[in-house]
């Protein structure tokens, strides 16, 4: 069955930068689009960043446009997420997430479309 499993999560300064990873196992990597959503306290779990199978169109979050960004490696099955100049309000467990489908360029940002997500990893930004 798939597996996914984040690593990178931590504590940061405002304006700092942290690097998140997700291995995936299971089934051919590289023919599905992966994602990142994220969770904060008594909010509702949100879209962050999605890339395609192809690695050839990436879709994100109007609230971290322009400071993070998502990338992956289909020779190591994994997906990353970069996030730069962080601020307080992206404190949050950050999921990751997995196409159903394969080979589709569907983005979805909604967390329904999705069955198969890591166990998170919590990213906390201080002030």
């Known amino acids: 069955q798939v597996q996914l499993v984040e690593s990178g999560g931590g504590l940061v300064q405002a304006g700092g930068s942290l690097g998140l990873s997700c291995a995936a196992s299971?089934?051919?990597?590289?023919?599905?689009?992966m994602g990142w959503f994220r969770q904060a306290p008594g909010k509702e779990r949100e879209f962050v960043a999605h890339?395609?199978?192809?690695?050839?169109?990436?879709y994100y979050a109007n609230s971290v446009k322009g400071r993070f960004t998502i990338s992956r490696d289909n020779a190591k099955s994994t997906v990353y997420l970069q996030m730069n100049s962080l601020k307080p309000e992206d404190t949050a467990v950050y999921y990751c997430?997995?196409?159903?489908?394969?080979?589709?360029?569907?983005?979805?940002?909604?967390?329904?479309?999705?069955?198969?997500w890591g166990q998170g990893t919590q990213v906390t930004v201080s002030s």
């Open positions: 997430v997995a196409d159903n489908r394969p080979f589709t360029a569907a983005q979805s940002t909604r967390p329904e479309d999705y069955t198969y």
């Open positions: 890339i395609i199978w192809t690695g050839g169109s990436t």
């Open positions: 299971g089934r051919t990597f590289a023919r599905y689009g």
